[in-house]
């Protein structure tokens, strides 16, 4: 719910590349990163694991992720609350877990 992304700088997780701005900058030091084993359907579908090869240079667009596979991103208010918890980690880690923060990080609690 931000309205600008603080930490979007090269000096942190890298600025928008000038000519497009679904990559990173050119100047970022995760220019270079590569994605792998992005494409979970064809996976499950071949019964295959991934290869681990390159798929292409990682993507950013912060506010415009993909829907269907992240329904929505944290706000600041799930930020702050996650924060709060002062358990690092308790039980399992599945959806009967208990609240704490790694739990919570891990997206096992809403």
Not at 61 to 82: F, I, M, Q, Y
Request: glycine share 4%.
């Amino acid at each position: 719910d931000a309205e600008k992304c603080d930490i979007c700088t090269d000096e942190y997780m890298g600025a928008q590349h000038p000519a497009n701005p679904n990559l990173l900058s050119p100047a970022s030091f995760f220019s270079s990163w590569q994605i792998i084993c992005s494409r979970l359907e064809e996976y499950n579908s071949h019964q295959t694991l991934c290869n681990g090869m390159p798929e292409g240079p990682l993507h950013r667009n912060p506010g415009n992720h993909d829907k269907s596979r992240t329904p929505r991103l944290p706000s600041s208010a799930d930020v702050e609350s996650c924060l709060s918890l002062t358990e690092y980690e308790s039980g399992s880690m599945d959806k009967s877990a208990n609240f704490s923060f790694r739990n919570t990080l891990e997206v096992f609690l809403s």
